[in-house]
């Protein structure tokens, strides 16, 4: 599979609403859409930046992902996501490279796409997030 953009870089906050000041206030940059994802116990925002978007990962569960890279990390990068044009032969591809994805099967991100993530432990310490769908 051969990725052709960044589909976003995703961002830990405490409060998207206060780390708008940056993003909408400051940088005049257009914010797409607001959601969140219950079962992954998430509200996330994203911010258009030309062809690719900033996702603004705020924690509504005490034991969310983000909530725990929070607590033991503070705000800032969390991941990097790279879109594809099939995430399932992705997860396939990125097996038979050595490379660990978190899960078998496509997950439902936001915004109607399919997601992976691959373990930052077989990237060099990023969490590399593949995206099918959007734009
Ligand atoms: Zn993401």
């Known amino acids: 599979m051969k990725s052709d953009r960044i589909d976003h870089i995703g961002i830990a906050v405490k ?25 992954r116990g998430l509200k996330v925002a994203f911010v258009k930046v030309g062809d690719t978007r900033i996702e603004l990962l ?43 994805p978190l899960s078998t099967e496509p997950e439902a991100g936001a915004g109607g796409t399919k997601v992976v993530f691959l373990h930052p432990k077989s990237t060099g310490g990023v969490l590399t997030e593949l995206v099918e769908g959007h734009h």
């Open 15 to 39: 409060s998207i609403e206060e780390r708008l000041s940056v993003y909408r206030d400051l940088l005049k940059l257009e914010v797409t859409g607001i959601e969140e994802l219950q079962d």
């Open 58 to 100: 705020e924690s509504i569960s005490e034991n969310s992902q983000i909530s725990r890279f929070l607590e033991s990390r503070g705000e800032g990068i969390h991941h990097i996501a790279f879109h594809v044009d099939n995430v399932k032969a992705a997860i396939e591809e990125a097996v038979s490279l050595g490379l660990k």
